[in-house]
């Protein structure tokens, strides 16, 4: 079945709601920036009216109030909207609901889903451009799962809804909302905190997550036809889980990482994926491990200048040839 | 009766913010620039009686929705086009586009897009004016969706428990709550009976006015904000506009195309809800024709003041779209000032 990234969650949405009568919603907008998402968005909400609360703008209430109905049972799905407007939200996010499951010596799990719209959207300008997972990844106790197709959409939110017991922030991109791929929803899904390799190579491994992972298969056709470079793509999938063993596997198998990523270069995610390779993977590199992220700079808004900032594919082909011609001296 | 030179100026500034939204709406839907935007058409008297108010050394906070206030305090239409093409020559370089103007040189330092986010920063602008002893107050405008936001209160409490010198215009422009549909923006999402109930129960002496009647506005702000001065201490007003129909969220719409001065002399727009709302709630034209009624202003100069204000902004518009880019590598500068020097 052919669905793009917006269908897929929905369809995930409404087959949760179906499944379990303990979820329902908290806002209803979702990827209502595009037309995709309203498309799929709009007959749901309507549909399943009495399982969705209407939300004003109030992110730190709303957080909290999903983190306190997971306490009583239910298993929330709250709309943040775009991922800026989770700093508003940022003392219950990052500092009520993850600490919980802990603190209670391993007594009250927290089942709620926060989804959130990352992502250098083009014109979103400085305060609606945030990418926040690495921020959320310094936070032990959050589960972060990061789809880059639509078969990933749907299973990852099938999964934070009706499996997991433990908050899961899912981090839909702007970019993706209306990528468009074949869907097999009978398959087995992947196991979450499985990374997947989108791409086999035996030059380099490209470790992507997130809108990361569709630009990197595009500089890796492009090494392939310009320069019979063979890269392998990795989709992280999640960061939380972290899969370092299949990063350092495809390493053992190349010699050399790129890893892109959407985040600020300084303390990215990145950091953490190239930290992991230095250390885990330090006997089978050729070259460092290099990163293409962006510039430690706030998104500004004119065309010509948010575009000099984006990790584009032909930054990551570029970034990869520069590798490949490293001569250890 | 006021002097006629008066309301001329304030009809023409009126007029620069109506005539400069049609521009944007146009702009973007030309492709003159991407993402969303917003518009302060309907809601322009509530900027320029507040403005005409205020002192060169006040300061103004505003919101997504800021061009009206900017105009009104009288930055230069063409950069702010420019900055919302996002040109070098922009206000702020292109750094901001139309959801962050800001222009330091006229008391406007910095602009937040998140609902909320300027309160608690302009409590604090005033705050600091007053350790200064400076004579200058604040002005912060923002919509009705900000007293969903907990830094709403905590801002409001903070001004009363400092006493500080700022005066909050909430500018409700909510279609009434029974005629909100599901999936739009959700707004005036608030529990409480009335917006004022809410700085009252903080202390805040608040008002509500009428944003569609010039002279009651001219009035609330003149006392108000003298009180504000006076007193070093905040103020609380809930301007209730009626929503214009071509502010649909994300993307506003000109319905019936440009405005017309022809309405203020019988003509009907085409849209019936346009229809209605200009009859009513339209805070132009109900200036409009009280002048005319009064005999303060005749047909003729009304349309020489449109014809002036026109030509203004083509020219705001020209510099604005004859203007170059910015060089890329502006990107990676100024995220930091320049260390003071001793
Ligand atoms: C913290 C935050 N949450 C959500 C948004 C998205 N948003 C932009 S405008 C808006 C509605 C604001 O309504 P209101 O305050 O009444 O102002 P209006 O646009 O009507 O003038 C929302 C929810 C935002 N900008 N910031
Ligand atoms: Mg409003």
New binding site residues.
């Given amino acids: 079945m052919k669905l793009n990234y917006s269908q897929a969650m929905a369809l995930a949405v409404r087959e949760s709601l179906q499944q379990d009568p303990n979820v329902f919603l908290i806002g209803s907008i979702f990827a209502g920036l595009s037309a995709a998402g309203r498309a799929a968005f709009t007959p749901l909400v309507q549909d399943f009216s009495s399982r969705v609360v209407p939300a004003p ?1 109030s ?1 730190l209430g709303l957080c909290g109030t999903a983190i306190g109905a997971a306490l009583s049972g239910c298993r929330p799905l709250l709309d943040i ?2 991922a ?2 989770a ?2 939200a940022w003392a219950q996010l990052a500092n009520e609901a993850p600490n919980i499951h802990y603190m209670s010596g391993g007594r009250t799990p927290v089942p709620a889903t926060f989804y959130l719209m990352t992502g250098i959207r083009g014109a979103g300008a400085a ?2 451009s945030h990418r926040i997972q690495a921020m959320l990844g310094n936070v032990p106790g959050l589960q972060l799962v990061l789809p880059a197709t639509p078969g990933d959409a749907y299973a990852m939110l099938k999964w934070a809804l009706l499996e997991s017991s433990s908050p899961t922030a899912y981090i839909s991109h702007c970019q993706l909302l209306e990528d468009e791929h074949e869907v097999d929803l009978a398959a087995p899904a992947l196991p979450i905190g499985k990374a997947r390799i989108s791409r086999e190579g035996r030059d380099l491994t490209i470790v992507a997550h997130s809108v990361m992972v569709p630009r990197a298969l595009a500089a890796a056709d492009r090494l392939a036809a310009e320069h019979g470079i063979e890269a392998e793509v990795i989709d992280m999938r999640s960061l939380c889980p972290l899969d370092r063993e299949t990063m350092v596997r495809s390493v053992a198998k190349t010699g050399r990482a790129l890893i892109p990523d959407e985040c600020h270069l300084s303390f990215g995610a990145g950091a953490e994926l190239a930290a992991t390779l230095a250390r885990d993977a330090f006997s089978y590199l050729k070259a460092p491990v290099h990163r293409v992220a962006t510039p430690d700079v706030p998104i500004p808004f004119s065309p010509v200048l948010e575009s000099a900032l984006i990790v584009t594919p032909e930054k990551i082909a570029s970034e990869a040839l520069a590798m490949l011609n490293f001569q250890k001296s | 009766m006021e002097d006629p030179v008066k309301h001329q100026k304030r009809l023409e500034n009126m007029l620069r913010i109506r005539r400069f939204e049609e521009q944007v709406v146009r702009l973007s839907k030309a492709g003159g620039f991407p993402g969303h935007y ?1 518009v302060y058409i309907g ?1 322009e008297a509530t900027a320029v009686t507040v403005c005409e108010q205020l002192e060169p050394h006040d300061m103004i906070f505003t ?3 800021n061009h009206g206030h900017l105009l009104a305090r009288g930055a230069s239409p063409g950069r702010m086009l420019a900055e919302i093409l996002g040109r070098a020559t922009g206000l702020c370089r292109g750094k901001s586009g139309t959801l962050h103007l800001a222009d330091k040189e006229i008391g406007m330092p910095a602009t937040s ?5 300027a309160l608690p920063i302009a409590t604090g602008a005033a705050l600091g004016l007053k350790h200064r002893r400076s004579p200058g107050i604040v002005v912060a405008f ?5 007293l ?2 907990g830094a709403f209160y905590e801002a409001v409490n903070l001004a009363g428990l400092w006493k500080v010198p700022i005066l909050y215009v909430c ?4 279609i009434p709550p029974q005629k909100r549909r599901r999936g739009q ?4 999402s608030l529990n409480a009976a009335q917006l004022i109930d809410v700085p009252r129960a903080l202390q805040i002496p608040s008002e509500v006015v009428d944003g569609a009647d010039v002279d009651a506005l001219c009035g609330c702000f003149r006392k108000l904000i003298a009180e504000v001065r006076t007193s070093a201490s905040a103020r609380f007003v809930e301007v209730r506009c009626t ?1 214009w129909p071509g ?1 649909v ?1 994300l993307w506003p719409e000109l319905p019936g195309g440009e405005w017309n001065l022809e309405w203020a002399f019988g003509a009907k727009p085409e849209p019936q809800d346009l229809a209605a709302w200009a009859e009513k709630s339209d805070p132009l034209l109900n200036y409009l024709r009280g002048l005319l009624e009064a005999g303060t202003l005749d047909r003729d100069i009304a349309f020489a003041v449109d014809a002036r204000v026109r030509n203004e902004i083509a020219d705001a518009v020209h510099f604005a779209e004859s203007s170059p880019w910015p060089d890329p590598a502006e990107a990676t500068r100024g995220t930091f000032a320049a260390e003071r020097r001793t």
């Fill in positions: 703008v992110e909207g775009t800026s407007f700093f508003q305060q609606h | 917003h809601q919101t997504w929705r897009a998140m609902v909320g986010g923002f919509g009705d969706a900000a969903d936001e500018e409700n422009n909510s923006f959700p707004s005036s929503r502010n969220p």
